[in-house]
């Protein structure tokens, strides 16, 4: 984004804090927007048979949202959560789409955000399909070792498809 293009991008941004275990989106809502964490740690979970099943984390300077939902308008089938205190800048979906018809740049930038967060997804399903849980935390060590110390211990376990007790 040129420089006037990021201020009227930020002109559509609020912050956000969110304290530790609150809840960002709950499954079942309709995602509207997304967060631009300048501060702490979000997890993306489903339940299942009772449970969290950590499916992503996201730190500072990534984008959290449920994509799925928020680009079909569809029910979330993810929550997000702070796993630690919050703060992000958040923007709506529809002040997004109304900068898109403003400057070709947030057409860019829209196009990027979104192939960043399919990506994400197209990681997260590739690594729980094709890698054992030995494997999905020997890449963990290797790409994201500052995860590790940060997310509680029963989170990580259910994000790398085993039990606390196999971790």
């Given at each position: 984004?040129?420089?006037?293009?990021?201020?009227?991008?930020?002109?559509?941004?609020?912050?956000?804090?969110?304290?530790?275990?609150?809840?960002?989106?709950?499954?079942?809502q309709v995602c509207r927007g997304v967060f631009l964490l300048q501060s702490g740690l979000v997890g993306q979970f489903q339940y299942k048979e009772g449970r969290e099943v950590y499916q992503e984390f996201f730190f500072e300077y990534e984008f959290a949202t449920?994509?799925?939902?928020?680009?079909?308008?569809?029910?979330?089938?993810?929550?997000?959560?702070?796993?630690e205190d919050v703060e992000a800048l958040y923007f709506s979906r529809e002040a997004m789409l109304r900068l898109y018809e403003t400057a070709p740049g947030f057409q860019v930038?829209?196009?990027?955000?979104?192939?960043?967060?399919?990506?994400?997804?197209?990681?997260?399903?590739?690594?729980?399909?094709?890698?054992?849980a030995?494997?999905?935390?020997?890449?963990?060590?290797r790409a994201k070792p500052f995860l590790?110390?940060?997310?509680?211990?029963?989170?990580l376990a259910t994000y790398l498809g085993m039990t606390r007790a196999t971790l």
């Amino acid at each position: 984004l040129s420089p006037d293009e990021y201020a009227q991008f930020k002109g559509i941004c609020t912050v956000r804090t969110y304290p530790k275990k609150s809840t960002l989106l709950e499954a079942g809502q309709v995602c509207r927007g997304v967060f631009l964490l300048q501060s702490g740690l979000v997890g993306q979970f489903q339940y299942k048979e009772g449970r969290e099943v950590y499916q992503e984390f996201f730190f500072e300077y990534e984008f959290a949202t449920d994509v799925a939902s928020l680009t079909a308008q569809q029910p979330a089938v993810n929550s997000l959560a702070a796993m630690e205190d919050v703060e992000a800048l958040y923007f709506s979906r529809e002040a997004m789409l109304r900068l898109y018809e403003t400057a070709p740049g947030f057409q860019v930038f829209g196009r990027q955000l979104l192939e960043r967060l399919l990506i994400g997804k197209s990681d997260q399903s590739w690594r729980n399909s094709a890698l054992s849980a030995r494997e999905r935390y020997a890449l963990i060590e290797r790409a994201k070792p500052f995860l590790i110390p940060r997310v509680p211990f029963q989170a990580l376990a259910t994000y790398l498809g085993m039990t606390r007790a196999t971790l």
